[in-house]
């Protein structure tokens, strides 16, 4: 099946600095996400990617969907406190039947220092 | 509230007992995934649900797990005779129809935390 690796696994920052993490895989994907999720919650979407090349802000986050669909970045730019927790990259494969379940990264787990 | 809805959020079963997980799509949805998450894992996807329709159950284990999703009620996720190693973060999401925009893009639960002891 599908893999995908995502790095780093964990960021120790310094408030205020630039994030960046991405995920790579073996196989093209039609979508990228990207999720955040906090301690006993489920995962909450922070940018969706459909197309190749395609470059997407949300405030503070800017990601984009490589050219070969085979990966894919998120930046955080400015970080403040509330912007602790993991991040998650997530692939859709879509197959001639419709769409599957997302492929999911292990996740990267941002620590900010005061 | 128009999120997805978990129900309950936390459940605590002894070996040997049935475990059953309910999931309320986001309205105007109709297609359901299951996934599981360990700790310190990403999620894993299980089973994709349609109504009345299974879609793709191929991240499912073959024993014990099934699910649902009637025309009437929320997606039900039944685990029978659990063992400790079920013991994990189930999380449902929901996705609009096909056809419509950002089909692809799946909202998630504030999942079920299970417990086996």
């Known amino acids: 099946g599908q893999q995908l690796n995502q790095s780093p696994q964990s960021m120790f920052i310094q408030e205020g600095e630039d994030v960046s993490m991405n995920c790579t895989s073996s196989?093209?994907?039609?979508?990228w996400l990207w999720y955040k999720q906090d301690p006993g919650e489920g995962p909450v979407l922070l940018i969706a990617?459909?197309?190749?090349?395609e470059l997407t802000s949300n405030g503070r986050l800017t990601a984009q969907f490589g050219i070969t669909r085979k990966d894919s970045f998120l930046n955080i730019s400015a970080s403040i406190p509330s912007d602790v927790g993991i991040y998650f990259c997530?692939?859709?494969?879509?197959?001639?039947?419709?769409?599957?379940?997302?492929?999911f990264g292990k996740g990267t787990h941002l620590i900010i220092q005061p | 509230n128009a999120g997805v809805m978990q129900n309950p959020r936390h459940l605590v079963r002894r070996r040997g007992q049935e475990a059953r997980l309910r999931c309320s799509p986001m309205?105007?949805?109709?297609?359901v995934y299951w996934y599981r998450q360990l700790p310190e894992e990403g999620l894993k996807f299980m089973v994709y649900?349609?109504?009345?329709?299974?879609?793709?159950e191929s991240g499912m284990p073959k024993e014990r797990f099934s699910a649902e999703f009637p025309k009437e009620g929320p997606s039900i996720l039944r685990i029978q005779q659990v063992v400790r190693g079920d013991s994990a973060a189930y999380f449902c999401?929901?996705?609009?129809?096909?056809?419509?925009?950002?089909?692809?893009?799946?909202?998630f639960g504030p999942g079920t935390r299970l417990t086996v002891l």
């Open positions: 999401a929901s996705s609009p129809p096909s056809g419509g925009p950002s089909t692809d893009t799946q909202y």
């Open positions: 196989s093209i994907f039609n979508t």
């Open positions: 990617l459909y197309k190749a090349g």
């Open positions: 997530a692939g859709l494969l879509i197959s001639g039947g419709g769409a599957d379940g997302l492929t």
């Open positions: 309205k105007g949805h109709s297609h």
């Open positions: 649900l349609q109504k009345e329709n299974i879609i793709d």
